[in-house]
């Protein structure tokens, strides 16, 4: 069965730093793209981030360029996002999910999601 | 960036009635368009991927249209398990964005 278990978030003051991780299992993870997602307080869902299976690949979205970065450990099976120069608009609800081997990259499986939140 | 549009933000329904959301994209996605549904405080669940494929375990009531630039979600008959909030997302490019959702409440 696919597991995406995440841990880390938290409370963090503005300019702070956090990790956050997604432990996968129940498939070979090395061999999957992964998303990350974030969903603002009320608001929609927003892409994040994704890294290719060999780690070489990664892209982010411009509202975090530079100040976030994504990794992977896939001797560990997981995925990290380190959080840097973190700004209140950055609380939310993270979430990792699984991108599906096909054309349109769909997302099927998702973490339970990790609530940052940035505040003095 | 690619822009996606979804119309109505929200709307009130009954058990039975039959619902359409549109998105609308401000370039074309081909059929690279995917569907997601999210009740609250839970992550969100895949409905339909390539524009019209269901996802494994979704009712048939459920259908998926488009191509290119707009594209719908119709649910034939809703169900009471069906209010939720829908979002459709682009996985032609980076950033793969999603649209802002539409809202399904109870009338």
């Known amino acids: 069965e696919v597991e995406l278990v995440q841990s880390g978030g938290g409370l963090v003051r503005p300019g702070g730093s956090l990790r956050l991780s997604c432990e996968a299992s129940g498939f070979n993870f090395s061999s999957y793209e992964m998303n990350w997602v974030r969903q603002a307080p009320a608001k929609g869902l927003e892409w994040i981030s994704y890294i290719s299976g060999s780690g070489k690949t990664i892209s982010y979205a411009d509202s975090v360029k530079g100040r976030f970065t994504v990794s992977r450990d896939n001797a560990k099976n997981s995925l990290y996002l380190h959080m840097n120069s973190l700004k209140a608009e950055d609380t939310a609800v993270y979430y990792c999910?699984?991108?599906?081997?096909?054309?349109?990259?769909?997302?099927?499986?998702w973490g339970q999601g990790s609530l940052v939140t940035v505040s003095s | 960036d690619i822009q996606l549009t979804q119309s109505p933000s929200s709307l009130s329904a009954s058990v039975g009635d039959r619902v359409t959301i549109t998105c609308r994209a401000s370039?074309?996605?081909?059929?690279?368009l995917n569907w997601y549904q999210q009740k609250p405080g839970k992550a969100p669940s895949l409905l339909i991927y390539?524009?019209?494929t269901l996802q494994s375990g979704v009712p048939s009531r459920f259908r998926g249209s488009g191509f290119g630039t707009e594209f719908t979600l119709t649910i034939s008959s809703l169900q009471p398990e069906d209010f939720a909030t829908y979002y459709c997302q682009q996985s032609y490019t980076a950033p793969r964005t999603f649209g802002q959702g539409t809202k399904v409440e109870i009338k």
């Open positions: 390539s524009t019209a």
């Open positions: 370039q074309s996605v081909s059929n690279y």
């Open positions: 999910a699984r991108v599906e081997k096909s054309p349109s990259l769909e997302l099927r499986y």
